[in-house]
C-alpha cells in the first residue's frame, strides 16, 4: 500500500534520514521507535507527504507522493490519510465537536451530519463532554483524544500517528489505541505510529528502530 525508498532528508547540517526504506501492506501496524533526535518524526511526515525528501521516493498504492503537487497531497490528506500530531494541531478557534467535524466538512458534508458524526467519535474516545470546548480549555490529554477522533472521522485509508498516547494516562491511552486498532481490524486501515511508548509499540505487527536517521533493526511481532 505505502512504500517508501532510500529516502534522506537533511536539516542544514544534521542528517534527519539517512538512506531509509520501508514498506506499509493494508491494514498493517508499524512502530516507528527510537531515541528522541533519531528520525521518527521526520519519516513519519515524509510518509504523510507533509515534508519531501530530498532524494529517494515514496508510493502510495502505486502512485508517487513525493513529488505530487500540494493541491494532490493536499486532497489526500483529506480523504485518505488521517493525521494525529504530538500536539493536537486543532483550530483553536472552534470547538472540539467542530475541529472533529473539520475533514468532512471539507469534503463537503453536510455540517449537522458531520457534527453528528464528529460527537459520535467524542464519545467513542471518551470524551463527549468537551465538545463545546475551545482547545484552550481542554487538557493535553484532551487535546490528543480530539484529535485522534478528528483522524478517524473519515474513515482512512491510513493513519498516520506522532505519539498518540504521549500526553495521556494509562487509561486515556488504552481508549486511543482501543480505536486505533478497531479502526485496523474493522476498516484495513493501516497504523504507522511514531512512539516512544513501549506499550505502544507492543501492539504493532512490526517495530521499526531507528538510530541516528538509520533504520538499526526492524523486529516482528
Keep these: 500500500m505505502l512504500e517508501a525508498r532510500a529516502l534522506r532528508k537533511t536539516f542544514g547540517q544534521t542528517v534527519a534520514l539517512d538512506d531509509i526504506s520501508i514498506q506499509i501492506s493494508q491494514g498493517e501496524i508499524v512502530a516507528i521507535t527510537g531515541p528522541s533526535g533519531s528520525g521518527k518524526s521526520t519519516l513519519l511526515h515524509c510518509l504523510a507527504g507533509i515534508i519531501r525528501p530530498e532524494t529517494g521516493e515514496i508510493r502510495f498504492e502505486g502512485q508517487r507522493i513525493d513529488t505530487a503537487s500540494e493541491t494532490d497531497l ?9 493525521l494525529v500530531f504530538q500536539f493536537g494541531g486543532l483550530v483553536p478557534e472552534l470547538t472540539a465537536v467542530e475541529n472533529v467535524a473539520l475533514p468532512l466538512l471539507f469534503n463537503r458534508r453536510a455540517r449537522q451530519e458531520s457534527l453528528r458524526a464528529a460527537q459520535t467519535w467524542l464519545e467513542r474516545l471518551g470524551v463527549p463532554d468537551v465538545a463545546d470546548q475551545r482547545p484552550g480549555e481542554l487538557s493535553g490529554g484532551q487535546l490528543q483524544q480530539v484529535a485522534v477522533a478528528r483522524a478517524l472521522v473519515t474513515g482512512p485509508r491510513v493513519v498516520f500517528a506522532d505519539e498518540p498516547t504521549g500526553a495521556l494516562d494509562s487509561l486515556g491511552g488504552e481508549r486511543v489505541m482501543k480505536e486505533l486498532l ?18 505502544v509499540a507492543a501492539y504493532a505487527h512490526r517495530e521499526v528502530v531507528l538510530r541516528d536517521g538509520g533504520v538499526l533493526a526492524e523486529v516482528s511481532a
Excluded at 493536499?74 to 488521517?82: A, K, M, S
Excluded at 478497531?182 to 506499550?199: Q, S
Design 182 to 199: 478497531a479502526a485496523a481490524r474493522m476498516e484495513g486501515t493501516a497504523l504507522v505510529i511514531a512512539t516512544h511508548d513501549n506499550r
Design 74 to 82: 493536499t486532497n489526500l490528506r483529506r480523504h485518505t490519510f488521517g
